[in-house]
């Protein structure tokens, strides 16, 4: 297995391998060693590969993963470059974690994003990037003082791009603008759920040259009732309102997701930016029984009805929430993020930023299920090592 090459997996496997990745041990080489000289016995980028390694083969844990490794094959062992016949304990897993420089692993990650993947940079100004948070259960169990963390996920790409700790004496709102310090915001469309809508994120996302989009419900009481209000009457004398309308069906349901977008209320709302505001109507009918859902949602927009198409705000609005099923429920139920006892300091962000990095590389490298992904480098570590960029013990 002396190859730097991609392995080539057998046709029956639906996976995409054709992009070349950087080394992942790139991120870890260029992290400053806070370690004292005496009793360093690892090296530190091959304490981060065991964690990417045991993450990828479906270990949740430092202890589990430490459990697991002891018993590869020598080979495997080596090809990460620890001591002949050394392994590390649970407890120095933790450590790595509770120690390392957080913001610098979050920077480096980035990093190697960017660097991979080309798409990240050429979708340029028509990025969206879904603000959202999550709170790590397992950890804030165990009194974790930053167990939230507040996330930039790429629409179309499915990556975190930026990740900050929310404290648990503060809310996410208030480290949002260290969330916007972390990311290329000019040109760029930010979505975000009610919780996140208030006037100084929006007042921060105009100066720094981005759009967004937010949801507008009970927490803005004053808002969602002008936006109520105007969809109730009828347009006024000049109002052009755009209409959307999206269609799908699956998993026993038909999906009709109505849009109306409005500018008339620019000039009239107290809100920084505002060019459009919106109403959403999503009707699910349950095909068996016939039974018919219907809900409504609110939004206001900085996009100009130029810029922002009702077609394309019903679709930014819809891929918002890919947030929850494509990076929080992955990291949740498939990497059992919130089963994971790791608590202390830094730790957890550190933790979650590796998940992060891993799914970035499995959708890089073309994989859409990520638990048929995790079985098939379980049953292959070696093929895992090679995937990560170990092909060589040197």
């Avoid at 648990?168 to 000019?186: A, G, P, Q, S």
């Avoid at 100066?207 to 109520?228: C, F, H, I, S, W």
């Avoid at 997701?257 to 009918?285: C, F, M, N």
């Avoid at 090592?385 to 013990?393: P, Q």
């Amino acid at each position: 297995m002396a190859t730097n090459s991609v392995p080539r997996i057998p046709a029956a496997d639906k996976t995409v391998w054709q992009t070349e990745v950087v080394p992942l041990r790139h991120v870890f080489e260029g992290l400053s060693d806070w370690r004292k000289r005496k009793g360093k016995v690892y090296q530190l980028p091959a304490l981060f590969m065991l964690l990417l390694l045991g993450l990828m083969c479906g270990k949740r844990g430092p202890t589990s993963i430490v459990r697991w490794f002891r018993q590869l094959p020598f080979e495997v062992r080596i090809r990460l470059r620890f001591p002949l016949g050394r392994s590390p304990a649970p407890v120095t897993l933790c450590r790595l974690l509770q120690d390392v420089n957080v913001t610098d692993l979050e920077h480096h990650i980035q990093e190697w994003v960017c660097m991979v993947n080309p798409k990240l940079v050429a979708a340029g100004a028509g990025q969206r990037l879904a603000l959202d948070g999550k709170t790590l259960r397992g950890a804030t169990k165990r009194g974790a003082a930053a167990a939230h963390l507040l996330a930039a996920f790429s629409h179309q790409l499915q990556t975190v791009v930026g990740q900050v700790a929310v404290d648990c004496k503060t809310n996410e709102i208030t480290m949002v603008v260290e969330l916007l310090d972390l990311l290329m915001v000019e040109g760029r469309l930010l979505t975000m759920d009610a919780l996140l809508t208030q006037r100084q994120i929006a007042q921060e996302i105009i100066e720094r040259g981005g759009d967004y989009l937010m949801a507008v419900k009970e927490n803005q009481p004053q808002l969602l009732t002008d936006l109520r209000i105007c969809f109730q009457e009828d347009p006024v004398v000049g109002e052009v309102r755009g209409v959307a309308r999206r269609v799908s069906k699956g998993h026993g349901r038909l999906e009709v997701r109505d849009i109306v977008t409005s500018p008339a209320l620019k000039g009239y709302l107290d809100w920084p930016g505002v060019e459009q505001v919106l109403r959403i109507r999503r009707t699910v009918t349950t095909l068996k029984t016939r039974e018919t859902h219907t809900e409504e949602v609110y939004a206001i927009t900085s996009l100009s009805p130029e810029r922002g198409r009702p077609a394309d705000l019903l679709a930014a609005n819809r891929a918002h929430w890919g947030i929850e099923n494509r990076l929080h429920w992955v990291r949740d139920v498939t990497f059992g993020e919130d089963h994971c006892p790791v608590c202390k300091k830094d730790a957890p962000q550190a933790f979650a930023a590796l998940r992060n990095l891993l799914l970035a590389l499995l959708r890089l490298l073309g994989h859409s299920n990520m638990a048929a992904a995790i079985d098939l480098y379980s049953a292959s570590p070696e093929l895992a090592l090679i995937t990560l960029g170990a092909t060589t013990g040197k």
